[in-house]
């Protein structure tokens, strides 16, 4: 059932048209002219307006422009006389969703109503799944409880909306991809296409193509016509990563289609207009390579309108915990893992050098390899320092998967470390460890690999060790 107005002069055809859509099951309100129709229309809240064109004072045209007006979802069907079929084609130029001829047939009714209320049913559904996924689409997607993560994502949430330039800075790892991804995201372009390209991947003979498309046949091999990157992202966002790598030549181009906004297709017969938001990211200090003549200055100063620069994750220790839970979420969905304390104070102390990335390529292998569902210091041991690996130790080769190896060789001589028994008083064993690292260095002049096959272990173990250790 729906509710629709209708409004006609003619109050004998008037209740004849209420009475068949009331048989349909809808609830109908009458106006005999249009301008009382108009002040329904804002108090009745109808479904759908069937209204006569021809009415003194306000007329089924002015009825439709004003129903527009208050909501253009809402379908307007148009009654007309024979000889006006004009009239009704003007109508539905102006956005009339159909038109009935007087005297009208009952059937055509019903079905043109029915059609009239199914479209505006789907337009409505659209819009809300559109507004649904535009609410899916401004999450942002970055973990952050650190003061200066919340600075970074102050300034996205500020330059989203606009079409400024951004660099985005910072070691590989930091997020400059996401931080890319939440600018288009919470911007006008949501919906249009979300374009990354390495710059520094692709081969430099290859790039401009890429970038910039080609003709088929503009060169060998180029049996199909290619948009490229910047018409894919026509009406979105395109991602200059590790933008420093871009050889000269082609920063000349980009250069171009920064100020003109249009592309030179390889093979083309002309420019062809791009409308695209440009954000760049690079791990490199640009500043520097435009003072060394590596990198064109007037690019470098078009690209850094709006500068980001992200902390690495050593700077910004507090949102290791947050990153960490949102990598277990991800790792393992639907599970409820636990992180003991110890563990997290681990993570905390770690410098990171491959920062987030390398946080969850760690919170994947110790998802995969716990040994419960609370994941500890000794399972961040275990994963890092005792398998998956396979070592030598003496003439027997051991295999370790999730456990720590146990030595199958011949045992050393007893009391290497002791000559006697162990002291009576309290022994600390990471302090002896730590001695023992730094002895075996002394030994080897400080030559880690030596001193690792030295100790038996993987040269990476001992750098582990010795950063766990502070020994320098």
């Not at 068949?20 to 002219?33: I, N, S």
């Not at 080609?214 to 018409?231: I, Q, S, Y």
Request: proline share 6%.
């Amino acid at each position: 059932m729906a509710r629709i107005l209708l409004i006609d002069d003619d109050a004998s055809l008037r209740e004849v048209l209420a009475y068949t859509l009331r048989e349909q099951g809808h609830e109908v309100e009458m106006a005999a002219d249009g301008t009382a129709g108009l002040i329904l229309l804002e108090r009745a809240v109808p479904d759908a307006v069937i209204t006569d064109l021809k009415m003194p004072g306000v007329d089924g045209l002015e009825v439709l422009r004003r129903t527009h007006d208050i909501d253009a979802t809402l379908p307007v069907i148009v009654l007309t006389a024979f000889g006006s079929i004009e009239d009704a084609v003007a109508a539905m130029r102006d956005g009339a969703h159909d038109y009935l001829t007087k005297p009208y047939n009952r059937d055509e009714l019903r079905l043109t109503v029915e059609k009239a209320l199914e479209k505006r049913r789907l337009v409505l559904e659209n819009r809300t799944l559109r507004d649904r996924l535009r609410e899916e689409h401004r999450r942002m997607p970055l973990v952050h409880v650190s003061p200066a993560m919340e600075r970074v994502v102050a300034a996205i949430r500020r330059l989203a909306p606009t079409d400024a330039t951004v660099l985005i800075t910072g070691e590989s790892g930091t997020g400059k991809e996401l931080v890319a991804q939440a600018l288009h995201n919470l911007s006008d372009r949501w919906d249009a296409p979300f374009v990354a390209i390495n710059c520094a991947a692709i081969p430099h003979d290859l790039m401009e193509s890429e970038l910039f498309g080609h003709e088929r046949g503009a060169f060998t091999g180029a049996v199909r016509e290619k948009p490229g990157k910047f018409r894919q992202a026509h009406r979105g966002t395109l991602l200059l990563d590790e933008v420093a790598d871009l050889a000269a030549e082609l920063q000349t181009k980009l250069l171009r289609v920064i100020e003109t906004r249009m592309v030179d297709p390889v093979g083309g017969t002309g420019p062809v207009p791009v409308d695209v938001r440009i954000v760049a990211a690079t791990n490199a200090d640009l500043g520097s390579r435009v003072a060394e003549g590596r990198f064109r200055g007037d690019l470098y100063y078009r690209l850094n309108v709006i500068p980001i620069h992200l902390l690495p994750l050593r700077e910004r220790p507090d949102d290791i915990p947050a990153l960490w839970e949102q990598f277990v979420e991800r790792f393992a969905p639907g599970v409820k893992l636990r992180t003991s304390p110890g563990l997290v104070r681990a993570l905390m102390r770690r410098s990171w050098p491959g920062n987030a990335r390398e946080l969850a390529n760690l919170c994947q292998r110790l998802v995969l390899l716990r040994t419960s569902d609370e994941m500890t210091e000794e399972d961040l041991w275990m994963v890092e320092e005792g398998g998956p690996s396979i070592s030598l130790a003496g003439d027997a080769a051991i295999e370790c998967i999730g456990e720590a190896p146990v030595a199958t060789s011949k045992p050393g001589k007893p009391g290497v470390l002791f000559p006697g028994d162990l002291p009576e008083e309290r022994l600390s064993l990471p302090d002896l460890e730590r001695e023992l690292i730094v002895r075996a260095l002394d030994k080897h002049g400080g030559n880690k690999s030596r001193a690792a096959t030295y100790l038996g272990v993987p040269r990476h173990v001992l750098l582990y060790r010795m950063e766990k250790f502070g020994i320098g």
